[in-house]
């Protein structure tokens, strides 16, 4: 058998075409490059050109992907149970640990039990499906996660969708969804490209009156939204009133991978029983269960890394307007500095690189045409210098692109 594959006629067209897609994307400036960090991920990275940069686009909300704790935690979880259980959960694959840490989660979002699935994307994939079916309406945000309309997609349950935060178009929905047997509104608790926080206490509110339930995806949001972190229900003062709650272990809550769905104990149940990420795909690692579970501990005896956090956020989103940016005004670490053009986007997120601060810009189709912008990210990790000096490049850059005075 020789290394190299030659085909011919209709395999042939096949490659050209991905080829000619490709280079499509690039040349209409769609294609996502991968920046390669030589590094551990932090407030600063080192990159594989060997340059150092403050780093102001992770989902590192707490600081602790590279936090020197979470590497020993992860490394005496796997001492103790081994670094993987070549399992699903149900036929071999379930430790103290992983129950440990479902046990904890429930504590902190005030759930009766937690289920854990090898990503948040696996979660939202497989909620709906084991728990709603044609006779149910599901009533989702607009601008709601990829996974959570994959999710909805493989589930038989009506489709409809409410205008983005839009709780009059809600409203219409629920009346639309009356003659359902069940109806769950679905959506994330904080929306990721503009930090817009779900307005859950009027939700619920309608909730209450459509007699619906409630899901959230609190992906942006568990470990830093509300006064102790637990999330955006912590934050609009519902703890106890969402029915489902999704979450990723991948971002503030530690930063390595992960997701689980918290409920009520038969909502759990059905999930062991017939959510088919959880039946067919394996364990999460013990060393990510390990770790996981001493973010949680951590996070219960102090909130200094979500009141850092929010002093960040506080301090860029002042600091950058008064220079003259605009941003899209609101309180979460998710800062999105307005460009609207996206060569412009692309040009000063360049430039920044250049001047030592890695920032991603965003253009469409990943947000609405003409609305282009680069995506601060603020982490309790960054120090007060440090944004300082983001905030001195950003002056830089945006002098000399003529964006600012
Ligand atoms: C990141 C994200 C996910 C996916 O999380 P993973 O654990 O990385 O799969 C799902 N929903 C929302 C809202 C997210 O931001």
Not at 67 to 86: N, P, R
Not at 113 to 133: Q, S
Not at 313 to 330: D, N, Q, Y
Not at 333 to 355: G, S
């Amino acid at each position: 058998m020789g290394t190299t594959t030659t085909t011919t006629g209709n395999r042939q067209a096949f490659f050209n075409g991905l080829s000619q897609n490709l280079d499509n994307l690039r040349q209409q400036g769609l294609y996502k490059p991968e920046r390669v960090i030589a590094s551990r991920q932090g407030a600063e990275v080192t990159c594989d050109d060997g340059r150092q940069l403050i780093n102001l686009c992770a989902n590192n909300y707490l600081g602790l992907s590279g936090d020197e704790a979470m590497v020993q935690a992860s490394i005496k979880a796997t001492e103790q149970y081994g670094y993987g259980l070549s399992s699903v959960r149900f036929i071999c694959g379930t430790q103290t640990v992983h129950k440990q840490l479902e046990r904890a989660l429930s504590d902190f979002l005030g759930t009766e039990d937690t289920i854990l699935y090898a990503a948040a994307f696996d979660a939202n994939g497989g909620v709906f499906e084991p728990l709603f079916d044609e006779n149910d309406a599901i009533i989702s945000d607009a601008l709601n996660h990829a996974s959570i309309i994959d999710g909805i997609r493989l589930c038989k349950a009506a489709r409809l969708r409410y205008a983005h935060n839009d709780m009059a178009d809600l409203e219409t929905q629920l009346q639309t969804a009356a003659g359902k047997r069940h109806r769950v509104i679905v959506t994330d608790g904080v929306f990721s490209m503009d930090g817009t926080i779900a307005q859950l206490d009027k939700i619920c509110a309608l909730a209450d009156k459509y007699d619906a339930l409630v899901m959230i995806d609190e992906c942006h949001a568990s470990g830093f939204m509300g006064a102790t972190g637990r999330g955006t229900h912590e934050h609009h003062n519902v703890l106890g009133r969402i029915d489902i709650i999704t979450g990723t272990l991948g971002k503030a809550l530690g930063g390595a991978m992960g997701g689980f769905t918290a409920a009520r104990k038969e909502v759990i149940d059905t999930l062991r029983q017939k959510s088919r990420p959880y039946l067919f795909s394996n364990t999460l690692a013990p060393s990510i269960a390990g770790a996981s579970l001493a973010v949680l501990q951590r996070l219960s005896s102090s909130t200094e890394l979500r009141d850092r956090l929010h002093a960040n956020t506080a301090h860029f989103r002042r600091e950058v307007a008064a220079l003259g940016f605009t941003i899209k005004p609101g309180t979460h670490p998710v800062v999105p500095v307005m460009l609207f053009d996206a060569p412009v986007a692309q040009k000063f997120a360049a430039r920044l690189y250049d001047l030592g601060v890695l920032v991603t810009g965003f253009f469409y189709p990943v947000v609405p045409m003409g609305q282009a912008r680069v995506r601060v990210q603020l982490s309790a990790a960054h120090t007060t210098e440090q944004l300082n000096t983001a905030l001195a490049a950003f002056a830089q850059a945006g002098r000399e692109l003529g964006l600012i005075k």
